[in-house]
Nanobody, 125 residues
């Protein structure tokens, strides 16, 4: 499985961005897809996760109401729509996939076997 993330960039506070993550290869192996982010000097944290088959989602409290995860199974692509961006959202954003069915510990990066290369989002004040 290969994951290709795109869509990052430099924006101003209050702007919007949409990140995309295209999956290729044995995509049937992926059960959940997540977006993580890692700011300089901080640990990688889960932003949102979606169950590929059902579309069920979980969004971290820190971005709830501003970020939305979605998927297009026909395109094997997962999106992260980010609205009302804040300087605190500045980070490298990674998409990740797991073939683990259980929803337990999905916030842990160690649960994900497949990772995209990361895309930088910079929000200026």
């Amino acid at each position: 499985v290969q994951l290709q993330a795109s869509g990052g960039g430099l924006v101003q506070a209050g702007d919007s961005l949409r990140l995309s993550c295209a999956a290729s290869g044995r995509t049937s192996a992926i059960y959940h897809m997540g977006w993580f982010r890692q700011a300089t000097g901080k640990e990688r944290e889960l932003v949102a996760v979606i169950t590929v088959s059902s579309g069920s989602t979980y969004t971290a409290d820190s971005v709830k109401g501003r970020f939305t995860i979605s998927r297009d199974n026909a395109k094997n692509t997962v999106y992260l729509q980010m609205n009302s961006l804040e300087p605190e959202d500045t980070a490298v954003y990674y998409c990740a996939g797991t073939n683990v069915v259980s929803t337990g510990y999905l916030s842990s990066p160690s649960r994900y076997a497949y990772w995209g290369q990361g895309t930088l989002v910079t929000v200026s004040s």
